[in-house]
Nanobody, 122 residues
Framework: QVQLVESGGGLVQAGGSLRLSCAAS????????MGWYRQAPGKERELVASITSVGSIKYVDSVKGRFTISRDNAKNTVYLQMNSLKPEDTAVYYCNAHIVVVIFKLREFDVWGQGTQVTVSS
């Protein structure tokens, strides 16, 4: 099984920066992709950024040009560098790992971090 531990959330003024970290442990070789989701009060959870095991990256339109997702394979850690933060970015951010296991058949499931609060003041 995979476990995810997040860190890096906090309070920052508009225009500032934060870097979120997500460290994966356990059977990390089964991770096909990792991503960052966020959920603001009264809103649905949305995928902010993702990166696959082969390095393919996607971003939600609202963060393109401001956020950067990256990974350190040696540390099994994924980062989300958030620059030019806006109050609209305020949310709980969740790390996600998509697991793919092939033993006689393909199985897929998701593992979630505990969430870290990001608050951007105006």
């Amino acid at each position: 099984q995979v476990q995810l531990v997040e860190s890096g959330g906090g309070l920052v003024q508009a225009g500032g920066s934060l870097r979120l970290s997500c460290a994966a442990s356990g059977s990390t070789f089964n991770i096909n992709a990792m991503g960052w989701y966020r959920q603001a009060p009264g809103k649905e959870r949305e995928l902010v950024a993702s990166i696959t095991s082969v390095g393919s990256i996607k971003y939600v339109d609202s963060v393109k040009g401001r956020f950067t997702i990256s990974r350190d394979n040696a540390k099994n850690t994924v980062y989300l560098q958030m620059n030019s933060l806006k109050p609209e970015d305020t949310a709980v951010y969740y790390c996600n790992a998509h697991i793919v296991v092939v033993i006689f058949k393909l199985r897929e499931f998701d593992v979630w971090g505990q969430g870290t609060q990001v608050t951007v003041s105006s």
